[in-house]
């Protein structure tokens, strides 16, 4: 990565228009400092009950609906992960923990929600609580919406709040956090 100014896109719509990052450091600055990493934030609810299932046994059979439903929710994932995944590799900005945040995605799924992966995991994780089934885990569904709000998305809207400034509080005021 070359250091110094970098680009970042400004889409409303699917087009990218350019404008330059003011402020832009490296080191520590770049990056997002989780409370809790997410995929254990969505995935430790749904563990919990899905073994809550296997020792006690779920108290309501969810019927057959839950599997088509289910497989919907799994290829929803897959489809928009994927997609937004997609646009993290072509604006070259980080994704994992410890990568550097160098751009602000403002298309794609990004256009109508500002954390469109873990509305993806959060579909994901409906969506085997439903195949599993696990009646306890889909209990546990809102745990999880509060555990990935707590442990990333509140940290990362403050990170991202400090790191772009207007164009990132323009955005939030556009797009909704989670649909």
Do not use: K
């Not at 108290?59 to 993290?88: E, M, Q, T």
Request: proline share 7%; hydrophobic share 45%; glycine share 12%.
């Amino acid at each position: 990565m070359t250091s110094g100014r970098r680009q970042h896109a400004i889409s409303p719509g699917l087009g990218a228009a350019t404008r330059d990052n003011e402020g832009m450091t490296d080191g520590s600055e770049e990056t997002v400092a989780f409370r809790l990493w997410p995929p254990v934030a969505i995935g430790a609810p749904l563990f919990v009950g899905w073994l809550a299932t296997v020792l006690w046994g779920d108290p309501i059979d969810l019927g057959g609906w839950r599997i088509p439903l289910g497989w919907a929710l799994v290829l929803f994932c897959v489809g928009w992960n994927g997609w937004s995944l997609w646009l993290f590799r072509r604006h070259e900005t980080g994704l994992l923990p410890g990568q550097a945040t160098h751009a602000m995605i403002e298309e794609g799924p990004y256009r109508l929600s500002r954390n469109p992966l873990y509305v993806g995991l959060l579909a994901l994780y409906l969506g085997l609580a439903l195949l599993a089934p696990t009646f306890w885990g889909l209990v546990l569904f809102p745990a999880a919406v509060l555990l990935v709000l707590w442990g990333a998305i509140r940290p990362e809207e403050r990170f991202l709040r400090e790191r772009f400034g207007a164009p990132y509080d323009d955005y939030t005021r556009r797009v909704r956090r989670w649909l």
